[in-house]
């Protein structure tokens, strides 16, 4: 929205309007000053306290009349400033609830209703856990004398706790990815929506039902993700490198006849993904967001796209040629470029697909 009023006050119409605020302001003060100076003080009591002692008050407010020429001048600059002032800011505040309007509007379309439930938007953190530790005698057939305790590494703990362990901790959730999807809770909020946090219970062993519209955060190891990457049908593809240390990376089709390979960015850039996949099991189809990345700091990437820049992405769909596509009928992926040693500058919007939603599938 503030990116929306910007455009709409760098044009003419909304520079004019500014400058007509500004003059209305300009001439109210004006002629409150010029009123306040060119009062006589009306008692003996009004005549002690004034500012300006009686006989100078009333020289300066003979010299304001002559310069303004008459003594209802104050009243008339306050009348234009005030008519300037009241023109102008029906005319912003009409245009700012334009916009809100529009934006809103917009934002249902990209998120889908589920963004405005009072039970919040799910955002689906993958489920990772601590490794519990143990002791080397704890390892034998022994009993555990130290359950619960948990291999996590506190790099600056306390003075007195150096040498022990944290226990009872079980899901760990990067800091980084939370502080992102707060950004998002805040864009949220602004339309009067919410998210709601949780951990990954989407698995393939269990197969629960995808939630109705949600926000997936993570690639490779986040079931939503993966089910959501097979539902969209050639729109993108989560593959694994059989390397020494295997991990996860996006696949990516140069168009629809093309095979899927894994997205190389150039020297120096790395890639994030943001995309956009349609729950066709749900009616009216429920739209899902993944934000993921080729490792954690493009997921923070990616996040922090979506809670700045979500409305780019939406219009994304409004722009393609030679015909806009649907947000009820189309997925879309979109891969974010920035370069690794400059994360926090804003991504270039790389390659984008579209493919045409179905039921079929998860």
């Known amino acids: 929205m503030g990116r929306n009023l910007r455009e709409y006050f760098s044009t003419p119409k909304g520079r004019a309007y500014l400058a007509l605020f500004g003059f209305g302001i300009l001439f109210l003060i004006l002629g409150v000053l010029a009123a306040a100076f060119t009062a006589a003080p009306t008692t003996a ?11 100078h008050n009333r020289g300066l407010r003979a ?18 400033g005030g008519s300037l002032v009241v023109l102008s800011a029906v005319e912003i505040i009409f245009k700012v609830g334009e916009i809100y309007r529009a934006d809103l509007s917009l934002f249902k379309d990209f998120f889908g209703t589920a963004a405005l439930s009072t039970d919040g938007y799910l955002a689906v953190f993958l489920e990772a856990e601590t ?19 948990n291999n996590v590494r506190i790099p600056h703990p306390p003075r007195n706790a150096i040498g022990t362990w944290p226990k009872g901790i079980k899901h760990i959730i990067a800091f980084e990815d939370l502080d992102a999807v707060i950004r998002i809770d805040v864009e949220f909020r602004k339309f009067g929506g919410k998210l709601h946090v949780i951990v990954d219970e989407y698995s393939d062993h269990v197969r629960t039902r995808l939630p109705k519209g949600c926000l ?25 490198t059989k390397t020494q240390y295997p991990s996860d990376y996006v696949g990516w089709k140069e168009n629809d006849a093309a095979p899927y390979k894994e997205f190389q960015p150039n020297d120096g850039d790395d890639y994030a993904l943001i995309a956009r996949v349609l729950n ?5 189809p429920a739209p899902c967001i993944i934000c993921a990345g080729h490792t954690a700091t493009g997921t923070v990437v990616a996040s922090e796209y979506l809670a700045d820049h979500w409305d780019v992405l939406a219009n994304l769909y409004l722009n393609q040629h030679p015909r806009p596509k649907k947000f009820e009928e ?15 500058d804003v991504p270039r919007v790389g390659p984008t697909r579209f493919t045409k939603a179905t039921s079929d599938g998860d």
């Open 63 to 80: 010299l304001l009349i002559l310069m303004l020429g008459s003594p209802q001048v104050p009243a008339i600059l306050i009348s234009i």
């Open 330 to 344: 189309h997925n879309m992926a979109v891969l974010l470029l920035y370069k690794k040693n400059e994360p926090n």
């Open 280 to 284: 066709c099991k749900e009616q009216p």
């Open 45 to 55: 009591a009004a005549a002690k306290t004034a500012p300006i002692d009686p006989v």
């Open 131 to 149: 490794a519990e530790w143990l002791e080397e005698k704890d390892k034998a057939d022994q009993p555990k004398t130290d359950a619960g305790l």
């Open 216 to 240: 997936s955060i993570g690639l490779g190891y986040n079931n939503v993700t993966s089910r959501l990457a097979d539902l969209s049908k050639g729109l993108f593809e989560i593959g694994y």
